[in-house]
């Protein structure tokens, strides 16, 4: 939703969000085409600014074809995304919440061996999908898996985690923040001493430090259409990462605010809108 606007609207907030990260040398953007308008600023930032290169460019993929095993639809979401992000070849595509799975991630294998995607990647956010995310890594059958995985939601340790480090699978993580739901949380509350310590000014930087400061962790994907915001986020690459005791402390220390229950069951992005074609569409069912 962050990178959705519709056509025409001024974008030049989201072009400053991704010249703070690759400043900052936070440089792999995650996006897919059903984030409405997102790829297309994506692929008109990078190329007016000269960058495209230096992304990561990890994709989706959600396919289902008009029958039983046509790849037609798969191949035209395919050419359609490299078009709007001006790319001849896209460093990974993901199947986007395991739809279609079983026929569109060996697709994106001839894909890789073609040299149009450079890794295949399975994807979900929903932990009742957990199992059958963490069969794919299991089978070696992936490069990376990407899940949901926050100082509120630790399911993925169960089984994903594990089974990424056994296999040298690379892992990305979707909603450090809970989808803004976490920073209602801690709203008005001051990040704690014992963070601070190790040069934690900011609960983003606090949400984030702790995510990719587990050693399975290769990335974490914070959302955000502020450039305030993103330069809160980027802070997180600078300084030392928790140690695990220093983790735990910090979980526990979530774990014991007033609301942290209702965390997960919260709407998500409290606060917030983004007027883009995806709302726009919702807006004229309602």
């Not at 990040?191 to 934690?200: D, K, S």
């Not at 305030?228 to 605010?257: F, Q, T």
Request: net charge neutral.
């Amino acid at each position: 939703m962050t990178f959705d606007l519709v056509p025409g609207a001024d974008r030049r907030h989201l072009a400053q969000v991704l010249a703070r990260h690759v400043a900052a040398g936070s440089t792999l953007v995650d996006t897919s085409p059903l984030y409405g308008m997102a790829e297309v600023n994506v692929g008109d930032f990078a190329a007016a600014s000269g960058i495209g290169e230096q992304l990561f460019i990890a994709n989706k993929i959600w396919s289902t074809g008009e029958y039983l095993a046509d790849a037609s639809h798969a191949w035209r979401s395919l050419e359609q995304s490299m078009q709007r992000l001006w790319r001849s070849r896209l460093d990974a595509m993901q199947c986007h919440s395991l739809v279609n799975v079983d026929f569109v991630l060996p697709l994106i294998r001839e894909w890789k061996q073609d040299g149009l995607v450079g890794h295949v990647g399975v994807t979900h956010h929903e932990p009742d999908h957990f199992e059958p995310l963490a069969r794919w890594v299991e089978q070696g059958e992936v490069d990376l898996v990407q899940v949901h995985y926050s100082i509120a939601m630790r399911d993925a340790e169960r089984r994903i985690l594990p089974a990424a480090r056994d296999r040298g699978v690379g892992v990305l993580v979707n909603m450090p923040f809970e989808k803004a739901r976490l920073f209602t949380l801690v709203e008005g509350r001051p990040v704690p001493q014992f963070a601070r310590e190790i040069g934690i000014e900011s609960w983003a930087a606090y949400f984030l430090k702790w995510v990719i400061s587990h050693p399975d962790v290769t990335c974490a994907l914070p959302a955000t259409a502020n450039p305030d915001h993103a330069a809160e986020n980027v802070a997180a690459l600078r300084g030392p990462l928790p140690d695990p005791a220093l983790r735990e402390r910090m979980a526990k220390h979530v774990r014991a605010l007033p609301g942290f229950d209702a965390v997960l069951s919260a709407p998500w992005y409290p606060g917030k809108r983004y007027p883009g074609v995806i709302a726009r569409a919702r807006a004229a069912r309602s």
